[in-house]
């Protein structure tokens, strides 16, 4: 065998087992003092845990045995031997246990060397040879040199009390104490494999704390090392059984790691991404709902009555503040929905777990609170999903962290729809008792509560019952109701379905809500801001103004039998410049399958005014400084620009000395045309009509053609509607004063803001930038047609001066026409004012029909037209105070200092740069005046394309009142009056 040095012992062949010897064998040579072997290093490290030895001193020249006479090693001090630390060599791999040294290798280097080795369990012990005395003298190291003494050189025995378990990492025990040199024999080494270090090395400086713990496992309790393997059998690992209690812990240690799971996963989780949605979601403010919401329109007459209401496409809708609503209301709703409002978070985890307890179980009740139903009702999201219900969650609980309760009780409480159309609290209370929120008792609050969760259920007689018993027993628990009110309530009786409806709609005309609704678009509120407001609209519209236009209208068209005639009545009041009564004519009629079907407003539609534009060809005419004592040549069929042009009516000629004065009075159409034509020009005509108020296109509908002299007769391509004449000749009501028509006199929302207030209108001069200048024109108007009503066979209101004038366009024949069509019209008009009100009234036929009254013969302006409007201002203006017209100079020549005659006319005054012209001769056997004019009169000989008319053929052209205007655009003139 050879030692760590390679050496082999002496007869002995290499790496040959050693025998044992036998007693008195020798022993054979020993190692030389100075080369002796070394003591193998102490065993590996004890468990970890166990206390730690003292580093035992290395020796200085080998281990010392005891003398022979001793019966057992001797320790050189102390009660336990020294154990010196070896420092970590060839460490067992990390996570398999290290192996002790079987109990029969105890104290022997070389098995420790083994073990230090990693090689698992040792192979059999090798003997000493036999006979060899041991330290004591007795051979195999016993005291006797018996197997019982301590063993042999370079053997230990196992320590006293008993052999470690099977398998266990015990070191051996300490080295003996140093001997003398001289009394050392030679150990006795077997040969070992080892993994590349020497055996006998003694590297005390390397400490191991491994080789440590596995030293002092030998000292520690059996108990401790339960759960450790017993080692390797058969390739397999096999643990020792675990002891009851062992079981429990670890079965409480299982339950544990299953609770603190499910901890994480259903409150950990949730809570963490119920914060995370918590601070993403935006939340619905009522404010920001409330401006979102469609609202009925509210229109008021003048006097701030209502007038009617237009409920939008969603329903009904009145949206209230927190402080409109009664606690008797918020009370019931609570009842019925969430009687823990008040205190709650936003959510109720009870209700939410009895909701899912009544799906389960197929019972109902949902757990939303009022919170989040007003979420559902303010984002329109009622989706049956996960997504929306936890969105939901954390959006009612933002709400309530971030909003007042007050705001949201009352925001749910104007969305949330209760049937009949009746979205919020305000609209069901007039849709179920017509009354306003404010008066509900108990008993009612209690039935529109119990609607919320079957708003379609109203005509179910049980249904109703059984909610209004539910929501009042609830008041009674939640103390907000007494037993003895309890007991003594009754279900209350709902008005008939529809019933509201017909008291909203109230006594609107539609053709007024069109004309108001247009005008608010033009100042840029369109239906869908009104609605969003819940525009509140203050109209000019005097309730009875409007009352007598219609009946007027009517009573003058009853009896007739031309069923073409149609008719419209608008009056303005000067002063503000509001309409005050609209009437278009009927708002339905019937088609030709006998359906009803929206009639045409005639109001609003534009027709050719006639001689009713005359007032604006004088308006020009005062603008140049011309006087009403101006004389033109009134007689019948002038030439006038190539055209024969006749006066209609009965009076077919005021002489050819015919002031412009009473060229109006008797509506002579030879002067006027004579005017335009000649002096002011057509564009005059349109700029003064413009100015009193006509709207023309785009703004509005009139048109003013200004391509021929047509404007002054109002044919053509001239064309106004009623509105525009009311809202004109108001301008000379109000003495030269403009305030353009309007039917809106202040806007509010539904909580009654001012979005804007024209109540007082505004108003500028007319005519001129200098109001008296404006003034004198008007007032020269107005003295102008002053005489036109007793003229027209018409009175003013008694104690009210009026002025005013008629107008009749002709009915322009077709082919095929009777020959007494020649002389219809088809259009009539007669526009007229008193200082507090102008109105205009029309009668006529849809487009170019010819009218006829009920005896036949043909209308004029002073047939239906005329009485109409003399009723109207009569039976308006009866008990009001009187007015007169305030009194203006005149201008230019005064007509009443012109003495005129009947054979020559004698050339007009000079009262500016420019002279009106003579007058033509071609209707005349006088001679005529010299022209005065720088500008004279155009001529042409074209000849007119039919004869007779207002633009008749010469001197033999037809009975008066016949004829048609000239030609424009290839179209024949029509007739005038």
């Not at 389960?360 to 009702?377: E, N, V």
């Amino acid at each position: 065998m050879n030692d760590d040095r390679n050496r082999s012992w002496p007869s002995q062949e290499p790496d040959a087992p050693r025998r044992a010897r036998r007693p008195q064998e020798d022993p054979g040579p020993a190692w030389p003092a100075d080369d002796a072997p070394r003591r193998p290093a102490p065993p590996r490290r004890p468990p970890a845990g166990g206390p730690r030895p003292p580093r035992a001193p290395r020796a200085e020249a080998g281990p010392e045995w005891p003398s022979g006479d001793e019966g057992a090693p001797q320790w050189p001090a102390a009660d336990e031997p020294r154990r010196p630390q070896r420092p970590p060599q060839n460490r067992a791999p990390q996570g398999r246990p290290p192996q002790g040294p079987a109990p029969q290798d105890r104290g022997s280097a070389t098995r420790a060397s083994q073990i230090l080795d990693g090689q698992g369990a040792p192979p059999p012990r090798r003997q000493p040879p036999v006979g060899r005395p041991g330290p004591n003298g007795g051979p195999n190291g016993g005291p006797n040199g018996g197997p019982t003494g301590n063993g042999t050189q370079g053997f230990r025995q196992p320590p006293p009390g008993g052999r470690p378990p099977q398998g266990r990492r015990v070191p051996p025990p300490p080295p003996p104490p140093s001997y003398p040199e001289t009394d050392r024999e030679p150990d006795l080494i077997t040969h070992a494999a080892h993994n590349g270090y020497a055996p006998y090395d003694d590297r005390y400086d390397d400490h191991d704390p491994y080789d440590e713990e596995t030293r002092l496992a030998q000292y520690s309790d059996d108990a401790d090392f339960e759960d450790e393997p017993e080692g390797e059998e058969d390739g397999k690992k096999n643990k020792t059984p675990l002891s009851p209690m062992q079981r429990r812990k670890r079965r409480w240690k299982i339950v544990r790691r299953v609770l603190y799971a499910m901890f994480g996963l259903f409150v950990v989780v949730p809570a963490i991404a119920f914060v995370i949605t918590y601070f993403l979601v935006d939340v619905p403010s009522p404010q920001d709902v409330l401006a979102k919401q469609s609202q009925p329109i509210t229109f008021y007459y003048g006097d701030k009555s209502v007038m009617g209401k237009v409920v939008p496409q969603g329903g009904n809708r009145e949206l209230l503040q927190p402080n409109q609503i009664p606690e008797v209301v918020k009370h019931a709703v609570y009842s019925a929905e969430d009687a823990s409002f008040e205190t709650n978070s936003g959510f109720n985890v009870m209700a939410i777990l009895r909701s899912v307890f009544n799906q389960a179980t197929g019972g109902t009740g949902g757990g939303s609170t009022i919170s989040q139903q007003y979420i559902k009702q303010a984002t329109k999201n009622d989706a049956p999903t996960l997504t929306r219900k936890w969105t939901e969650l954390a959006k009612s609980f933002k709400l309530n962290n971030e909003t007042s309760k007050s705001d949201i009780i009352t925001g749910y409480l104007n969305i949330v729809f209760f049937g009949r159309g009746a979205n919020g609290i305000a609209a069901a209370s007039k849709a179920y008792f017509g009354k306003d929120v404010k008066d509900l008792n108990a008993s009612e609050a209690a039935l529109l509560a119990g609607m919320i969760q079957g708003p379609s259920r109203d005509r179910d007689t049980a249904y109703v019952q059984k909610r209004w018993s539910y929501v009042m027993d609830q008041m009674v628990a939640n103390h907000w109701l007494s037993p003895a009110d309890r007991k003594a309530a009754q279900l209350p009786t709902m008005i008939p379905r529809d019933a509201q409806k017909k008291e909203d709609a109230g006594t609107l005309d539609y053709f007024i809500q069109q004309r108001i609704l247009d005008e608010l678009k033009d100042k840029g509120y369109d239906e869908d801001k009104l609605y969003s407001t819940g525009a509140k609209i203050y109209t000019t519209i005097d309730p009875n103004a409007q009352k007598i236009a219609v009946q007027s209208v009517q009573d003058n068209m009853q009896g007739q039998t031309d069923e073409n005639l149609r008719g419209a009545l608008v009056a303005v009041d000067p002063r503000t410049g509001g309409v005050l009564a609209y009437y278009g004519g009927p708002t339905t009629v019937k088609n030709s399958a006998g359906k009803d079907v929206l009639a045409t407003d005639w109001a609003n539609t534009p027709q050719n005014p006639g001689s009713s534009m005359k007032a604006y060809d004088l308006t020009a005419w005062l603008k140049m400084g011309k006087g009403l004592g101006e004389v033109f040549d009134g007689t019948n069929n002038r030439e006038l620009g190539g055209r024969v042009v006749r006066n209609a009516g009965e009076s077919a000629s005021c002489g050819p000395q015919c002031t412009v004065k009473k060229a109006m009075e008797v509506s002579a159409n030879t002067v006027f045309y004579d005017m335009v034509l000649n002096w002011t020009k057509p564009a005059r005509v349109a700029e003064a009509a413009k100015e009193a108020g006509v709207q023309a296109a785009p703004k509005g509908k009139a048109k003013l053609g200004t391509s021929d002299a047509n404007i002054a007769l109002g044919g053509g391509a001239t064309v106004v509607t009623p509105e525009d004449m009311a809202a004109g000749y108001s301008s000379f009501a109000s003495g030269g004063v403009r305030r353009d028509q309007h039917f809106v006199a202040k806007l509010t929302n539904s909580q009654d803001e001012v979005i804007f207030d024209d109540t007082a209108g505004q108003a500028k001069p007319a005519f001129d930038d200098n109001a008296d200048k404006s003034k004198q024109i008007a007032g020269n108007v107005t003295d102008a047609l002053g005489p036109v009503i007793a003229e027209s066979h018409l009175k003013c209101p008694s104690g009210h001066e009026c002025a005013g004038k008629t107008g009749t366009q002709q009915y322009d024949p077709q082919d095929g026409d009777p020959s007494s069509y020649k002389d219809r019209n088809a259009q009539t008009w007669m526009v007229g004012y008193t200082p507090s009100v102008s109105a205009a009234v029309w009668i006529g036929g849809d487009g170019n029909k010819p009218l006829h009254d009920q005896d036949g013969n043909p209308i004029f302006g002073k047939t239906i037209a005329g009485p109409a409007w003399q009723d109207f201002l009569t039976n308006y203006l009866k008990d009001k105070p009187s007015e007169k017209f305030d009194k203006v100079d005149p201008i230019g020549k005064d007509a009443d200092e012109v003495v005129t005659s009947s054979k020559t006319a004698p050339p007009p005054r000079q009262t500016s740069s420019e002279q009106p012209p003579p007058p033509p001769t071609t209707s005349s056997s006088s001679e005529p005046p010299p022209s005065t004019s720088s500008h004279p009169p155009s001529s042409t000989t074209t000849s007119p394309t039919r004869p007779g008319g207002i633009f008749g053929g010469g001197t033999d052209g037809g009975n008066p009142g016949s004829g048609g205007g000239p030609v424009v655009n290839g179209e024949p003139p029509r007739r005038t009056g």
